[in-house]
C-alpha cells in the first residue's frame, strides 16, 4: 500500500455515501444515549454491539476492495455472529489497561502503553476479520505472520489507531459532540484501512495461520498432527467465509496424501462437529459414511450416521450408498436405524 492509497482509505469514510450515512446514525443514537441518562444506558447496550459488529464489517469489505453496507437491523442484537462482537474485548481491556497505567505510572506511561497496544491491536482485528475467530487473533504466532505478510503497510493502521485518540484531544477546544464526531471517523477509517492492508496479497482468501497450541502440547504432537490442524484452520477460513465447497475441497485433497488416512477421515470429522455450526461436518459426514461402507467397516459407519443424526435427525448417506447404509444397520443389530434409513 503506497502513502497515496492510505490517504484513500483514510478519507473513504467521507467518500463513501453509505458509510457516512452509517456514522452520522451511529453519532445520533450514541449522542442521544449519552443525553438520556438511565435510558441511555439502555439505548447503548443496543448501540454498541451494532457498532461493533459494523466496525468488522467495513474491515472485511475494504478488504475485498468493496463498499461497507449500511447496518441492517440484525447488527442490533446480541444474537448470532459472536464473533463480531469481539473487538469489544480489546476496546475495554484497552481503557482499562489506559487508565490503570495513567493513573499507577503517569503520562509517560500511559502513551507508552497506548502505543504498544496500538502496534498490536490492528494485527488483532485483521486476523479476526480473516478467520473469523476470535481464538486465531489472539494467537501471537498468527497476527505477527500477518504483520509480516503485510510487511510496511501494515503500519498505516497503527498510525491510524493513534489518530483515533489523540485527534479528538487536540481538538479539545471544539465541543465535546464534535470531538465525539472526530474519533468516530477516524474509528471508521482505521477499520477501513485494516482491511484495506491486506487486500494487496489477497489475504482475506489465502492467508494460512496455524491454530495456537499449547507449549507442553505443541512438545506431544505429532508433525502430522500438526499439519492436520493447519489443514482443518484453513479449510475453517474458508467455511466461515461462507465458502464450505472450498473448504472441503482443501480437506479432502489433503486426504488423498495423508499416510494414515483411516484416522485421517475420523480426526477431520472431529475437528469439524467441534466447529460452532456442525453443516460442514454433516456433508463430510456423508463421503465419511461412504468411505466406511466402501471399506466394509458396517459398525463405524452405524456410529457416524448415529451422531450425525443426533445433530440433524433428517441426515441421511448418499443415495447410491443408503442400501448399503440399511444392510450395515441390519448387520450391526440396529433395526431402528435401519427402518428410520428406508423412510428416508
Known amino acids: ?25 451511529f453519532f445520533l443514537l450514541l449522542s442521544l444515549a449519552k443525553l438520556a441518562s438511565l435510558l441511555g444506558i439502555w439505548l447503548a447496550v443496543a ?29 442490533f442484537t446480541l444474537v ?59 494467537n501471537p504466532v498468527a497476527f505477527f505472520t500477518l504483520i509480516m505478510e503485510t510487511g510496511n503497510a501494515y503500519w498505516y493502521a497503527p498510525l491510524t489507531l493513534l489518530l483515533v ?14 470531538q465525539t464526531f472526530a474519533m468516530l471517523y477516524f474509528l471508521f477509517a482505521f477499520y477501513a484501512v485494516t ?16 491454530d495456537p497450541l499449547e507449549p507442553e502440547v505443541e512438545k506431544q504432537v505429532s508433525d502430522l498432527e500438526k499439519t492436520r490442524v493447519g ?35 475420523a480426526w477431520f470429522f472431529e475437528g469439524m462437529m467441534n466447529w460452532e455450526n456442525n453443516d460442514s461436518a454433516l456433508y463430510f ?13 458396517p459398525l463405524r459407519a452405524n456410529k457416524v450416521i448415529l451422531r450425525c443424526r443426533t ?8 443415495a447410491d450408498d443408503l442400501p448399503a447404509a440399511i444392510d450395515a444397520a441390519e448387520r450391526c443389530g440396529n433395526r431402528e436405524l435401519a427402518e428410520s434409513l428406508k423412510r428416508l
Open 231 to 265: 489443514v482443518l484452520s484453513h479449510a475453517y477460513g474458508f467455511v466461515s467465509r461462507g465458502n464450505r465447497e472450498g473448504g472441503l475441497k482443501h480437506v479432502f485433497a489433503w486426504l488423498q496424501q495423508d499416510p494414515d488416512p483411516d484416522a485421517a477421515w
Open 1 to 25: 500500500m503506497s502513502f497515496r492509497e492510505y490517504l484513500e482509505e483514510l478519507s473513504y469514510p467521507a467518500r463513501s455515501l453509505g458509510m457516512m450515512m452509517s456514522l452520522i446514525t
Open 195 to 210: 482491511g484495506a492492508i491486506t487486500r494487496e496479497k489477497n489475504l482475506i482468501d489465502d492467508v494460512y495461520i496455524d
Open 311 to 318: 445433530i440433524n435427525e433428517r441426515f441421511r448417506p448418499f
Open 285 to 297: 459426514a456423508q463421503q465419511y459414511v461412504a468411505r466406511l461402507l466402501a471399506t466394509n467397516d
Open 165 to 178: 485518540f489523540f485527534v479528538p484531544e487536540l481538538l479539545g477546544w471544539l465541543p465535546d459532540f464534535l
Open 80 to 138: 448470532g455472529n459472536f464473533w463480531t462482537l469481539f473487538p469489544a474485548i480489546p476496546a475495554v481491556l484497552y481503557a482499562l489497561g489506559y487508565q490503570y497505567v495513567a493513573t499507577e505510572f503517569g503520562p509517560a506511561a500511559a502513551a507508552a502503553f497506548a502505543f504498544g497496544a496500538c502496534a498490536i491491536v490492528p494485527a488483532m482485528m485483521a486476523v479476526l476479520v480473516i478467520t473469523h475467530s476470535p481464538l486465531q487473533s489472539l
Open 47 to 75: 448501540v454498541l454491539p451494532a457498532l461493533f459488529r459494523y466496525l468488522v464489517m467495513i474491515a472485511e469489505a475494504r478488504a475485498r476492495g468493496e463498499d461497507a453496507q449500511p447496518p441492517g437491523v440484525e447488527f
